[in-house]
């Protein structure tokens, strides 16, 4: 078992910016891959970012593209989500999740944090 303890949400201005980080726990965060999900009130769970366990390649969602930045620090088993030029569309929980396979939906996910949520103003 893994835990995923996400941290760094809070209330921020439209164009504003936050640093979320998920610490995990386990000496193997090195072998998982691991993602950034959020969820709206009242709507699914929505793709954020994904980084390999290697941390050179990462993949996007559309609506995130080009304002927000995920990276890993593996000898602090931490994984990172920078959240620059924010909208208040973006206001929702964000979660990190961990996977053992190369994951292609939410599905294949193994673990996933509590959650912590990001609320954007107008």
């Known amino acids: 078992q893994v835990q995923l303890v996400e941290s760094g949400g809070g209330l921020v201005q439209a164009g504003g910016s936050l640093r979320l980080s998920c610490v995990a726990s386990?000496?193997?965060?090195?072998?998982?891959?691991m993602g950034w999900f959020r969820q709206a009130p009242g709507q699914e769970r929505e793709f954020v970012a994904l980084?390999?366990?290697?941390?050179?390649?990462?993949y996007y969602g559309d609506s995130v593209k080009g304002r927000f930045t995920i990276s890993r620090d593996n000898a602090k088993n931490t994984v990172y989500l920078q959240l620059n030029d924010l909208k208040p569309e973006d206001t929702a929980v964000y979660y990190c999740?961990?996977?053992?396979?190369?994951?292609?939906?939410?599905?294949?996910?193994?673990?996933w944090g509590q959650g912590t949520r990001v609320t954007v103003s107008s």
């Open positions: 386990g000496r193997t965060f090195d072998t998982y891959h």
């Open positions: 980084i390999i366990k290697g941390g050179g390649i990462t």
């Open positions: 999740a961990a996977s053992t396979v190369t994951p292609t939906r939410s599905r294949e996910y193994d673990y």
